[in-house]
């Protein structure tokens, strides 16, 4: 029996499982569709569906250097036991490198590339993953540069990418290791927003504190204090984590500039599992 594209798209609205797999389960229920939808739950792939709608905070930060430049990626899952899996590990960091060597311009382009080690589409072999590994597992960002890239990951839940406009690997390596620990948002007072600043002055001027000073006095203290604060967000300026007697600024001066960087936390702004663990077993138990 011929399987038609509409048979085949009708399948995996219903079970939510990948182009592929669908197709495979039709040719070998030659063409039932029930019969198709219970060889994919018999292979748990069309459960797969149903683990998105649940709440993935946890999973693991990855990179991937090569010769023409480096990517990172936050890849999440729903439990640190699963993200300390060598098969989840596997994933991040082979989806760290389909971004580097295919340069898909986004999420959703990265889905749709086929990955070279498997020959799957990227989606359809996640979708495997998830009904092998038992939790919802989403792609969530990820970031890419070209030319001279540096890369740290701290065990997974911090990583930083760095691109400088010449190479010196101790010396951005220990960088990358700065930004991880200090958390700089920006790479020098410029490129900070106008909107950033009105908002703490904002903020400043209307501090308890100050409010019994003369308004040009008042004027003065807060504008001390905004230099202070940005300067804490700008990584030019920090004092460098393994000798605080000497800035960033200072210490990469005459041997590269900062083009950019980017500091991924895993699970960062993103709902947490507030589950209850005795509740859970018990729930486990019937």
Excluded: W
Aim: hydrophobic share 40%; glycine share 8%; aromatic share 4%.
């Amino acid at each position: 029996m011929e399987i038609t594209v509409q048979m085949v798209k009708e399948l995996r609205d219903k079970t939510g499982a990948g182009m592929m797999n669908v197709k495979k389960a039709l040719v070998e229920a030659e063409g039932d569709m029930e019969k198709a939808a219970e060889i994919l739950r018999q292979k748990g792939i069309a459960s797969a569906d149903k683990k998105m709608g649940r709440i993935a905070a946890e999973g693991r930060v990855e990179s991937y250097i090569d010769a023409n430049g480096g990517a990172m990626i936050e890849v999440n899952c729903e439990t640190d036991f699963v993200a300390k899996n060598e098969e989840f590990q596997g994933l991040a960091k082979g989806l760290a490198q389909n971004v580097e060597e295919q340069k898909p311009a986004d999420v959703d382009a990265l889905l749709g590339l086929t990955c070279p080690k498997c020959n799957k589409v990227i989606a359809d072999a996640l979708k495997e993953k998830i009904a092998s590994i038992g939790e919802k597992i989403t792609v969530r960002r990820f970031v890419r540069y070209e030319g001279n890239v540096a890369t740290y990951i701290h065990n997974g839940k911090i990583g930083v990418l760095l691109q400088t406009d010449a190479k010196d690997e101790e010396l951005a390596n220990d960088l990358c290791l700065h930004i991880a620990s200090c958390a700089p948002e920006f790479v020098s007072r410029d490129e900070i927003p106008q909107s950033v600043i009105d908002h703490e002055t904002e903020i400043e001027m209307g501090k308890e504190d100050l409010q019994s000073k003369p308004e040009n006095i008042r004027a003065k203290i807060v504008e001390g204090r905004i230099n202070k604060l940005m300067a804490e967000k700008c990584l030019l300026d920090q004092a460098f984590v393994k000798d605080p007697s000497t800035t960033v600024a200072k210490l990469i001066e005459g041997k590269f500039n900062v083009k950019a960087f980017t500091r991924y936390e895993l699970g960062e702004g993103l709902e947490k599992r507030q589950d209850n663990f005795a509740e859970e077993v018990m729930s486990q138990l019937g």
